[in-house]
């Protein structure tokens, strides 16, 4: 089993920047793919960015240039660097530990974007 616990979000104006984290029970970095996913009210789970175990990125069309994924192995916790911040960017954000058939998630943080 892996447990993953988000944290970080919260309320910001737009333009402004937030940091989510996702602390990982266990040390899987060199297996799982990790990723962050987000859900805005009344629509679909999507894809904002991944970190593969070889530490090569994706992200979302929508974030490329302002979000940016990153992990550090010794506290085995992922960050979402979230800049420019724009109120299409509110949602609940998912922290995704992912690995063959093994599929984790988190509980979700909120992030608000307004004025």
């Known amino acids: 089993q892996v447990q993953l616990v988000e944290s970080g979000g919260g309320l910001v104006q737009p333009g402004g920047s937030l940091r989510l984290s996702c602390a990982v029970s266990?040390?899987?970095?060199?297996?799982?793919?990790m990723g962050w996913y987000r859900q805005a009210p009344g629509k679909q789970r999507e894809l904002v960015a991944t970190?593969?175990?070889?530490?090569?990125?994706n992200y979302a069309d929508s974030v490329k240039g302002r979000f940016t994924i990153s992990r550090d192995k010794p506290k085995n916790t992922v960050y979402l660097r979230m800049n420019s911040l724009k109120p299409e960017d509110t949602a609940v954000y998912y922290c995704?530990?992912?690995?063959?058939?093994?599929?984790?998630w988190g509980q979700g943080t909120q992030v608000t974007v307004s004025s």
């Open positions: 995704n530990a992912r690995y063959t058939i093994l599929d984790y």
């Open positions: 970190i593969h175990n070889d530490g090569n990125t």
């Open positions: 266990r040390s899987i970095f060199s297996l799982y793919v």
